[in-house]
């Protein structure tokens, strides 16, 4: 039996009421249970990917490593299209409870015919592309910085920046493939953090955490590039769950 952990981000914040985990299922907080180890709990700026970050420092014991939301989970147990469904609270925690005590056969099934299980992408061509959505929506400087870095490596200059999609990071696959995720991410995400300003930004959500908001769409294209093979599976979501 492989180890396997799947984690659900969630944030050391008032009112915070634990929810039913166990088995594979855990919950991470960040903030706290970072505060051991080799962790970044008080770098704010990078908000849910505090917990990839200290999972890929400490925890060399795990052969199958996940992530994803405490109000948007990735469904290992429905018939439906891979896309994103909302659902009642009662029908969310039922599945948290399922989750808990589900032995992950699955899971391994899938990723020994795929790289890596991933959330159904957002369409952002609303916005014209992931560039123009980020310059509009967030900041076109530092969207300038993040072209700057990623482009300015000769081995990544096949980045399409202009796709239309953004994938978020909700996902599970082998220890392996994570870790050259993040050793790729963290010295690019830092070069881009220490250039950053802000300046240009209004969106207050933004301003709190802009290098969760780059990192999502590192992680995407990062994935595009990558020549992994992934499969989708639906992202349940629950905007009452706390």
């Known amino acids: 039996m492989r180890k396997i952990e799947l984690y659900a981000i969630n944030h050391d914040m008032p009112g915070y009421k634990p929810s039913p ?24 700026t990078y908000a849910d990917m505090r917990a990839p970050y200290w999972i890929w420092r400490n925890r060399a ?5 996940g992530f994803h ?3 948007k989970f990735l469904d290992f147990n429905s018939q439906r299209k891979p896309y994103w469904y909302e659902v009642p609270l009662d029908e969310f925690q039922a599945y948290q409870k399922w989750l808990s005590e589900y032995s992950g056969r699955y899971i391994q099934e899938l990723l020994a015919q795929y790289d890596m299980i991933v959330a159904p992408a957002f369409d952002c ?29 000769a081995q990544w200059k096949l980045f399409d920046f202009h796709t239309s999609f953004i994938r978020p990071m909700h996902f599970v696959t ?9 050793d790729w991410w963290w010295p690019c995400a830092e070069e881009i953090r220490s250039r950053i300003r802000s300046l240009d930004a209004r969106d207050a959500a933004y301003l709190h955490r802009p290098m969760a908001y780059i ?17 989708e599976v ?8 706390k």
């Open 61 to 65: 014991d795990l052969d199958i490593i």
């Open 21 to 44: 985990y166990g088995g594979i299922s855990k919950e991470f907080i960040c903030g706290l249970d970072d505060r051991s180890g080799d962790g970044i709990p008080d770098l704010r």
């Open 125 to 153: 061509s609303y916005n014209v592309d992931m560039a123009e959505d980020f310059r509009r929506s967030r900041s076109p400087a530092d969207w300038g910085v993040v072209e700057d870095v990623l482009g300015g490596e």
């Open 174 to 182: 082998r220890a392996p493939v994570f870790y050259r995720f993040m």
């Open 215 to 231: 990192s999502e769409r590192m992680y995407s294209l990062w994935l595009d590039q990558s020549r992994l093979t992934f499969i």
């Open 234 to 241: 639906p992202l349940m979501i629950c905007w009452g769950a």
């Open 69 to 71: 939301g405490y109000r």
